[in-house]
């Protein structure tokens, strides 16, 4: 990999790197990935939406274990991805790492990490995106 391609494709796709998301001025509701118009307050039209970095932290709703990859995860099986509600309030899917398959859990807290989803071999490209990793809480 050489150095500015990824920067270049950070650009293009920010949201998939600095989880940004929408906040709509008049209900307050967060979207991720973010909205041009807040569908519960368009009839009004007051609903302003304001970009808001989100923290990256939430906890697991549900996962599941993928024994089967897909050809851009083999040798990554088998792997967790989990539905994970956000702190701020959005839910997203996301692969869980840095974790064994059977420390999983449903309430597990956990925070956003960049990482390599795929890796393209007849391109030649890689794509980063955004996991999630366990936080450590003391007990
Ligand atoms: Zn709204």
């Known amino acids: ?70 050809e851009h995860f083999i040798g990554q099986v088998p792997y967790p991805i989990a539905i994970i509600q956000l702190d701020e309030g959005p839910k997203l899917t996301a692969q869980i790492v840095d974790c064994e398959v059977e420390d999983v859990k449903i309430g597990m807290k956990v925070k956003s990490t960049f990482r390599k989803i795929s890796e393209d071999g007849y391109i030649g490209a890689i794509h980063y995106g955004y996991k999630f990793k366990p936080i450590e809480v003391k007990s």
């Open 1 to 70: 990999m050489t150095e500015g391609a990824v920067p270049r494709f950070w650009r293009e796709i920010p949201q998939r790197y600095n989880l940004i998301a929408n906040k709509c001025g008049n209900c307050s509701k967060v979207y991720f990935p973010p909205r041009e118009v807040c569908p519960y307050c368009r009839r009004e039209s007051m609903g302003k939406m304001e970009e808001l970095n989100l923290r990256g932290t939430g906890k697991v709703l549900t996962y599941t274990i993928i024994y089967t990859p897909s």
